[in-house]
């Protein structure tokens, strides 16, 4: 059988994978653009066989017309398919939130952990915005929360202590934050939002966890899982590529 491509149209980075028919993966990559996704499927596709390309996208449409663009000017000639909320879902996935609000993200990652959990989880997405998801255990999902990112909090604040203060990207962080006050603005700054974040999230995963039983696992993925798990006294588990996973199941479930 065909290998298929898996794309996660993030609002930041792209990230992607190509999968045999077993799920193995035998190629991944990640592109601060669409088009550069585009790109290396097509370098893939004249080693391995790619019969269909599944796509989540979140931010602007114009950024999945040129990932589609990009991707027809390769040659790889695969059929493409951009997967959309639903309120039914698989594995018994139910979403009462409003479909039209959703992010697409959002949902391959409860597809993914529905589809892998034995009981209830809090999935979290540490991405550009910080997303938090309770997902019961009969597959309901029961709304969740959203907070700025490591970035965008960051660049709020920054803005307007750009006198003490100077821009950084994503590349700029330090690995290890420290919990002590911070005896400059970059470092006081840094120290108060990453710590601020984390107990923020721990916070509402308690609140999200309250009164159930059994207690529900804590799910972390997205491009700052790593940098936030340490910073939080909540028990998690990182998945790296959830979103991904996801896709993989709605490729079974809706390609058949």
């Not at 609002?11 to 028919?21: D, I, L, M, P, Y």
């Not at 391959?108 to 997405?125: E, F, I, K, M, S």
């Not at 006198?163 to 120290?191: C, H, K, M, V, Y």
Request: with cysteine.
């Amino acid at each position: 059988m065909p290998d298929v491509a898996l794309v996660d149209i993030g609002s930041s980075r792209v990230k992607w994978q190509v999968r045999a028919a077993d799920g193995e993966v035998v190629g991944s990559g990640a592109n601060r653009q669409p088009e550069g996704c585009a790109r290396a499927l097509g370098s893939m596709a004249q080693e391995v066989t790619i019969g269909a390309v599944w796509v989540s996208r979140v931010g602007p449409e114009s950024r999945e017309r040129a990932f589609c663009s990009e991707l027809a000017a390769s040659g790889l000639a695969a059929s493409v398919h951009v997967v959309r909320v639903a309120a039914e879902g698989p594995h018994g996935l139910h979403s009462s939130y409003a479909a039209d609000q959703l992010g697409v993200d959002r949902y391959c990652a409860l597809v993914a952990a529905r589809a892998h959990a034995t009981g209830p989880v809090v999935v979290v997405d540490a991405g550009t915005a910080v997303t938090v998801d309770m997902l019961q255990a009969d597959g309901r999902h029961a709304g969740g929360y959203l907070l700025p990112g490591r970035q965008l909090g960051w660049e709020a604040l920054q803005g307007r202590l750009s006198d003490r203060i100077a821009p950084r990207d994503a590349t700029q962080w330090p690995e290890d934050l420290g919990a002590a006050p911070g005896l400059n603005s970059t470092e006081a700054l840094e120290r108060g939002w990453g710590l601020g974040l984390a107990a923020a999230l721990d916070g509402l995963i308690a609140h999200a966890a309250a009164g159930i039983q059994p207690s529900p696992a804590c799910w972390l993925t997205g491009g700052d899982a790593y940098w936030l798990a340490p910073l939080m006294r909540s028990e998690s588990v990182i998945f790296p590529n959830l979103v991904l996973d996801g896709l993989w199941e709605l490729a079974h479930w809706e390609g058949g």
